[in-house]
């Protein structure tokens, strides 16, 4: 007869089999080495702030959460983790660092009114 572990869950005390205590030791060690890989792409890929993202891994669903400057480098984080071999699911919790979005929409703006100005000459503002 195999030997049993007791785990406490939220339900009550669940008897674990000894075998199945390996398997959950394997899940942790795919899990922490999953995070390991995403967070090393981050890095190597140059994502700015990559080291303030927190990225969690249950299973093969990786969630990824915390700031990030602006809309690029969001997307290129997305698709890092995206592209690691063992993700299935991806849950972006990612948020883009509002002051920096509306800095940037207004120097488009500028950008926009310069240029039209340019391009119709003679034309009064």
């Known amino acids: 007869m195999p030997a049993h572990v007791i785990e406490r869950t939220s339900r009550d005390f669940v008897p674990v089999l000894a075998a199945e205590q390996g398997d959950l030791e394997r899940d942790a060690f795919a899990r922490d080495d999953l995070r390991r ?7 190597t890929r140059g994502v700015p702030k990559a080291e303030a993202l927190e990225v969690e891994v249950n299973g093969r669903t990786v969630t990824v959460r915390g700031q990030l400057p602006n809309r690029h480098a ?18 972006d919790n990612v948020e883009v660092e509002a002051s920096l979005q509306k800095d940037a929409a207004q120097d488009t703006d500028e950008q926009i009114d310069g240029g039209a100005t340019g391009a119709l000459p003679g034309k009064p503002r």
């Open 37 to 43: 890989r995403i967070v090393s792409l981050l890095r």
């Open 74 to 91: 969001k997307w290129l984080c997305l698709e890092c983790c995206r592209h690691v071999a063992g993700v299935l699911k991806l849950i």
